[in-house]
């Protein structure tokens, strides 16, 4: 990381914006084609969850390459300077990392990830429908590695 004195070393402030943030963004990358989309999204500490439909972009993405990078970003403001605009700038936490991601297959696997995107987003575990879960792909992002950034807001700049 350039920016050393914006960086957050600590995996417990890191995991905090990961349970607050609510997408994730996740890049694929093929044949010198790169990917990225908005994704809801479960984590358990060690692995991020997804889920997907039974065919698609990113189906086709994750059969040509399993490594993934992901995005998260909390607190975001953006900050005005009156007389300036060159020194615009946003406040935010931020999260970026790397992983494997495999599918799951077993239907207790399966049930346990959509439940951790299920917890989330409401807090609780939920009893999945079977029909559910036969017709969702659900998958397990090994993390990897992660880097936390962040920017404080400035006492002379206004916000919205």
């Known amino acids: 990381m350039r920016r050393r004195d914006k960086e957050i070393v600590s995996r417990e402030e890191i995991d905090a914006i990961i349970r607050s943030a609510e997408v994730c963004r996740l890049a694929f990358a093929a044949d010198n084609e790169p990917y990225l989309v908005p994704v809801s999204f479960g984590y358990d500490g060690e692995a991020l969850y997804i889920h997907t ?49 495999a599918e799951l297959t077993a239907i207790e696997e399966k049930s346990l990830g959509l439940n951790r995107i299920m917890d989330h987003y409401s807090g609780r575990d939920w009893t999945i429908e079977p029909t559910a879960v036969a017709t969702t792909r659900v998958w397990r992002i090994a993390v990897e590695s992660v880097t936390g950034k962040f920017s ?7 916000t919205e």
């Open 53 to 101: 439909a039974k065919t698609g972009r990113k189906i086709d993405f994750i059969e040509r390459n399993n490594r993934v990078c992901f995005e998260f970003e909390t607190n975001v403001r953006l900050l005005r300077d009156q007389h300036d605009a060159c020194k615009w700038t946003f406040t935010f936490k931020s999260v970026i990392g790397y992983g494997t991601i």
């Open 152 to 158: 404080e807001e400035k006492p002379e700049f206004e």
